[in-house]
C-alpha cells in the first residue's frame, strides 16, 4: 500500500506552505517517486503545486494533482451528501497512490465558506487515505500560552476522529516565544511538536509581485531585481539627508515621480550598500528625466525603479495587504522556507515518524538532499576564493539561506556587499576577507615560503603569492581558518589544485591525488575517475583511484561497483592498455577483496545489464556498476562531457581525493546548483577526520 503523509491545519493564515515544502523535501530524500494530492482546489493555477512541480521535477499531470474545486464540492455535497463527496475524493486519491510510492496530501486551506466543518472534512479523507497526518498550528500575533494551547486542542480533535497524528508544528511564532512555546509542547503535548518561528522574508512581497499587484510599469530593473524582497516601506516626503536615516535593509522606497533627489540619493546608497534596497517606487504617473534615468541605471544596475499612477495613500493602502507567496516564480523564498523548516524540526525523527518506504537506489535528487542535510548536521566553513562572481554569490545565499555551512568569501569586502547589493542578495552572515588587507597575509606569507623553501621562495616573494585568491584560501584551510575550498569558476583547474598540491599535499594513505565526477544521469547516480588530474596513471595508480573513488562513492551514499573500463571486455583483446587496466583490477582485488569489481570491461557491459548478460553473464558488477574508472585523462575527460552534453547529466566535480583537506574545483560553466551542490561535499568531506599534522589544529575564521 502506498505511504501518504496529510498536512492540514485548523485555519486560515497558518502559513502552511512552510511545512508543505519541508514535507514534500523529506519525502524525495527518501524514495523517487512522489506524487502529490490536494483534495480541493480554488479555481487558476495552484502555486504550491506549480513550486513543488518545479523544485522536486515532477512528472506528476496536473490534472491528476487535484479532487475537485470548492464549488464542486459544495455543490456535490448539497446534492448527493458527505458521504458521495468523500467517497468522490477517495477515488480520485487512489489513482494517484497506484502510481506513487509516497504520496503528499495538501489539506484544505479554511478559505471557503460553503464547506461546513473543514476540520472534520479534513480527519475524515486523512482516514480513508490511510494517511499520517502533520497538524499546523499559525500562532502569528498570539502569546505562547494562547499557541501551545491550540496546538493542544488541535491535536486532540484530530485525535479524537481517528486521525494517526505524527507531529504538531506551531508556525508562524512570534520569535521571542519560540522557546517557551516549544518547552510548552514538550511538557503538554504528548507527542513530537516543533516550533517554527515567524520570518519576515517569507511574509514580504517580492517587487515583482509587487508590480504584479499595483499593475506599475517599470522603468529599470533587471529579472533578479524584481526578485528582491521587500522587507518594509519608507515613504520619502523629506529631505534627502532625513530619507538616507530612515533607509532599512530590503526597504522599498516610495516617492513622488517628480522628486528625482530622492532617486539618485537613495540608489547611492543602495550601490554603496549602505543599505541595500529593494527598489524605487514612483507616485503621481511621473517620471524622472531620462538622463537622470540612464545615470540611475549606471550607478545601481538591476535595482528596480517603478511608476503607478496613484498618489502615495492609496498605493500604500494596497500595499499593507499585500503577503509574499511562495511560488515556482520566487525559488529564493523557498530556499529560506527550507532552511527555516530544517533548523527548527528535527528532520531525522519525523522521517522515522513519517515512515516512507526508502528506494534501492540513489537518485540525483536523493544524492543533492543528502548532501544538504549531511552538510547541515555537522557545520563547517568553506572558504570560496571567487567571492566577487555573481554565480558563487547566488549560490553563497543558496547555502546560507539553508543553513548548509559557514562561508568565507574573498575579495575587496566593499566590492562584495555592492555586487550582492546590486543583485539583491542577501550575504550577511558571510565573512568577508580581503588577501590584499588581511592581517593573516604576512603570517601566511611566513608560512608559504617556509614550505617552499626548497625551490627558492623567500617572504619578499610569498607576500605577492599569498595574495592570490586561490594561495590565500589555501593557506586558511591548511591553517585551520576553513575546513574546506571551492574554486573554478572563475579559474583554470591548475590555478585551483595547484596551490593546493604545494601545500595542503597528500593524505599519508593516499599515493597520489585523484578525482571523480558526480554523475547525476535522469535515474541513478555514477561516479567517474579519474577525470581532470592524472593523465596517464600506471596500473598500480589506476588501482589507487579505484580504492579512492569507491571510497568517495560509499562516503555519499553510492554503493560501489567498480568498473575498470577498458577497450575490451574480459579475456576478449589484449595489447598494452588492455594489460594496465587487467594488471589493475587484479592489484585491487589484493588490495580490497572487499569491494566487487570488474575489469576490463567496456562502458556498454558495465552500466547496461542486456550488454552484460551477453558479455559477461553472473557478474556482480557488470550491468550495475556505479563507480567507473578510466584508463586515462583523455578517455575520461571525454566520456564525462560527451554524457553530460548528450544525455542531459549533471556533473558535480571534480571532487580531488587523497588531500588532507579538501580543496575542490569547478567548471568554468559551473551553474549555481553545481556550486551549492560542490560546497556541500566538500562540507562533508570536511567532516572526516582530517589527516593533518598535529601542529595544525583547527583555528577558526578570522577577518
Known amino acids: 500500500m502506498t505511504r501518504s503523509v496529510y498536512v492540514t491545519g485548523i485555519d486560515r493564515g497558518d502559513g502552511r506552505q512552510v511545512v508543505d515544502l519541508g514535507v514534500m523535501e523529506l519525502l524525495t530524500r527518501q524514495v523517487d517517486r512522489v506524487g502529490v494530492f490536494r483534495p480541493l482546489v480554488h479555481d487558476g493555477p495552484d502555486r504550491l503545486f506549480e513550486l513543488l512541480r518545479a523544485r522536486y521535477r515532477l512528472g506528476q499531470d496536473p490534472a491528476t494533482a487535484f479532487g475537485m474545486s470548492y464549488e464542486e464540492a459544495s455543490t456535490l455535497q448539497a446534492e448527493r451528501g458527505m458521504d458521495e463527496l468523500v467517497a468522490a475524493l477517495v477515488t480520485r486519491f487512489h489513482a494517484v497512490a497506484e502510481a506513487y510510492e509516497v504520496v503528499l496530501v495538501l489539506g484544505t486551506d479554511f478559505a471557503a465558506e460553503n464547506i461546513p466543518d473543514e476540520l472534520a472534512l479534513n480527519a475524515r479523507l486523512a482516514n480513508e487515505f490511510g494517511a499520517s497526518v502533520i497538524g499546523v498550528v499559525g500562532g502569528r500575533g498570539h502569546p505562547a500560552e494562547a499557541v501551545a494551547a491550540e496546538v493542544r486542542n488541535a491535536s486532540r480533535a484530530y485525535r479524537d476522529l481517528g486521525c494517526d497524528v505524527v507531529a504538531m508544528i506551531a508556525n508562524r511564532v512570534t520569535p521571542e516565544d519560540r522557546d517557551a512555546v516549544a518547552a510548552l509542547l514538550d511538557a503538554?503535548?504528548?507527542?513530537?511538536?516543533?516550533?517554527?518561528?515567524?520570518?519576515?522574508?517569507?511574509?514580504?512581497p517580492?517587487?515583482?509581485q509587487i508590480v504584479q499587484t499595483l499593475d506599475a510599469e517599470v522603468l529599470l530593473g533587471d529579472a533578479a531585481g524584481l526578485a528582491r524582497d521587500a522587507l518594509g516601506f519608507v515613504f520619502g516626503g523629506a529631505t534627502l539627508p532625513n530619507l538616507l536615516k530612515a533607509l532599512t535593509p530590503g526597504c522599498l522606497i516610495i516617492a513622488p515621480g517628480d522628486r528625482a533627489d530622492l532617486v539618485m540619493g537613495a540608489l547611492a546608497a543602495h550601490s554603496a550598500g549602505s543599505p541595500p534596497i529593494a527598489g524605487v517606487l514612483l507616485t503621481l504617473g511621473m517620471h524622472p528625466d531620462p538622463d537622470l534615468m540612464a545615470l540611475a541605471a549606471r550607478l545601481a544596475p538591476g535595482t528596480p525603479v517603478l511608476s503607478v499612477r496613484e498618489n502615495s495613500f492609496p498605493t500604500a493602502a494596497r500595499l499593507f495587504t499585500l503577503e509574499g507567496r511562495l511560488n515556482a516564480a520566487t525559488p529564493r523564498k523557498a530556499e529560506t522556507a527550507l532552511g527555516l523548516f530544517e533548523r527548527h524540526v528535527d528532520i531525522g525523527r519525523l522521517r522515522s515518524l513519517v515512515s516512507a518506504p526508502s528506494s534501492g537506489r540513489v537518485t540525483p535528487m536523493m544524492f543533492e538532499h543528502n548532501l544538504i542535510e549531511r552538510a547541515r548536521a555537522d557545520k563547517r566553513r568553506v572558504v570560496l576564493p571567487e567571492g566577487t562572481e555573481e554565480r558563487v554569490?547566488?549560490?553563497?545565499?543558496?547555502?546560507?539561506?539553508?543553513?548548509?555551512?559557514?562561508?568565507t568569501l574573498l575579495g575587496p569586502a566593499e566590492r562584495i556587499r555592492r555586487k550582492a547589493a546590486d543583485l539583491g542578495l542577501d550575504i550577511a552572515d558571510a565573512e568577508l576577507v580581503d588577501p590584499e588587507t588581511s592581517d593573516l597575509r604576512e603570517s601566511f606569507a611566513h608560512r608559504y615560503a617556509?614550505?617552499?623553501?626548497?625551490?627558492?621562495?623567500?617572504?619578499?616573494?610569498?607576500?605577492?603569492?599569498?595574495?592570490?585568491?586561490?594561495?590565500?584560501g589555501t593557506l586558511m584551510v591548511l591553517d585551520g581558518f576553513a575546513d574546506g575550498m571551492v574554486s573554478g569558476s572563475a579559474h583554470s583547474t591548475a590555478a585551483t589544485i595547484r596551490p593546493a598540491f604545494e601545500v595542503v599535499k597528500t593524505r599519508p594513505d593516499a599515493d597520489l591525488v585523484s578525482s571523480v565526477f558526480f554523475m547525476c544521469l535522469a535515474d541513478r547516480v555514477l561516479v567517474y575517475g579519474d577525470c581532470a588530474v592524472n593523465p596517464d596513471p600506471d596500473a598500480q595508480q589506476l588501482a589507487d583511484i579505484a580504492v579512492q573513488s569507491a571510497e568517495t562513492a560509499a562516503q555519499f551514499g553510492v554503493e560501489p561497483r567498480i568498473a575498470m573500463l577498458s577497450y575490451s571486455t574480459g579475456a576478449s583483446g589484449s595489447g598494452a592498455d588492455v594489460e594496465k587496466v587487467r594488471r589493475a583490477t587484479e592489484i585491487l582485488r589484493e588490495r580490497r577483496p572487499d569491494l566487487p569489481v570488474e575489469g576490463p570491461i567496456q562502458y556498454d557491459a558495465a552500466v547496461e545489464p542486456t550488454v552484460a548478460a551477453t558479455k559477461l553473464p553472473g557478474s556482480p558488477v557488470a550491468g550495475q556498476a556505479t563507480v567507473l574508472v578510466f584508463p586515462d585523462l583523455n578517455t575520461g575527460n571525454n566520456t564525462y562531457k560527451a554524457v553530460q552534453r548528450s544525455a542531459g547529466a549533471i556533473a558535480v566535480g571534480p571532487v580531488l581525493q587523497g588531500l588532507r583537506k579538501p580543496v575542490n574545483d569547478l567548471?568554468?560553466?559551473?551553474l549555481v546548483q553545481d556550486i551549492v551542490n560542490t560546497v556541500a561535499i566538500t562540507a562533508v568531506q570536511a567532516q572526516q577526520p582530517a589527516a593533518l599534522d598535529a601542529d595544525h589544529p583547527r583555528k577558526g575564521s578570522r577577518s
Not at 503538554?188 to 514580504?204: K, M, S, T
Not at 623553501?453 to 605577492?464: F, Q, S, T, Y
Open 393 to 407: 554569490l547566488r549560490a553563497a545565499e543558496v547555502l546560507l539561506r539553508r543553513g548548509v555551512c559557514e562561508l
Open 206 to 208: 517580492t517587487v515583482g
Open 450 to 472: 617556509g614550505l617552499r623553501a626548497h625551490k627558492g621562495v623567500d617572504v619578499d616573494l610569498a607576500r605577492d603569492v599569498v595574495a592570490d585568491v586561490n594561495y590565500f
Open 188 to 204: 503538554r503535548l504528548g507527542l513530537p511538536g516543533y516550533v517554527i518561528p515567524d520570518e519576515p522574508a517569507l511574509a514580504a
Open 667 to 670: 567548471s568554468r560553466g559551473a
